[in-house]
């Protein structure tokens, strides 16, 4: 398979993911996280899934499309490691999380992951879902859409 190929498949399961996320989410109280928002397109889908919604959005830049910046008091600028703590200490519960980060190279983005998901766990309410493109660990991981094959993106519940 080709790296487009490897692409086209990972953010077709995200964005099933993500709509699923919100749907499953429904009766969840608590606000929503983009964890990693780069260019900004998965945080701009969540968005317009989600129009009625606080999405906090962690990044250490603000590098995304122009049309994608969000809006004032909801960007945590900074390592996503601090910026979770920062969350917890303000107890801010998050029904529904999205783990973008990694830069494509397997091992190094599965540590990253999994030293992470403590700081995840802090934050998300009980019920809350995960939506990952890595595997983290310390959830329990359940089936997501059935047209994503397993493994290609991941679902946990806290
Ligand atoms: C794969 S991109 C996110 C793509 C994005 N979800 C989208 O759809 O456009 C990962 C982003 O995470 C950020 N990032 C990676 N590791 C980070 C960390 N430890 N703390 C803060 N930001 C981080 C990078 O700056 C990058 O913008």
Redesign the pocket.
């Known amino acids: 398979m080709s790296r487009l190929e490897s692409m086209i498949r990972r953010l077709t399961a995200?964005k099933i993911g993500l709509e699923w996320g919100v749907g499953h989410t429904q009766n969840i109280a608590g606000d929503f996280v983009?964890?990693?928002?780069?260019?900004?397109?998965?945080?701009?889908?969540l968005r317009e899934t989600a129009p009625d919604k606080k999405i906090w959005v962690?990044?250490?830049?603000l590098?995304?499309h122009p049309s994608?910046v969000p809006p004032e008091g909801s960007f945590m600028q900074?390592?996503?490691?601090e910026?979770m703590m920062q969350m917890k200490s303000d107890n801010i519960g998050i029904a529904l999380a999205?783990y973008?980060?990694?830069?494509g190279i397997k091992d190094k983005d599965k540590a990253?992951a999994a030293a992470?998901s403590p700081r995840i766990k802090d934050i998300m309410v009980k019920g809350g879902l995960i939506i990952s493109?890595q595997p983290l660990v310390g959830f329990t991981q359940i089936d997501g859409p059935a047209e994503i094959p397993t493994g290609r993106y991941y679902f946990y519940k806290a």
Do not use: T
Not at 78 to 81: A, D, L
């Open positions: 995200q983009e964890i990693g928002l780069g260019n900004g397109r998965s945080y701009d889908h962690l990044d250490r830049a590098q995304c994608c900074g390592e996503v490691n910026a999205h973008d980060l990694g830069i990253e992470l493109s």
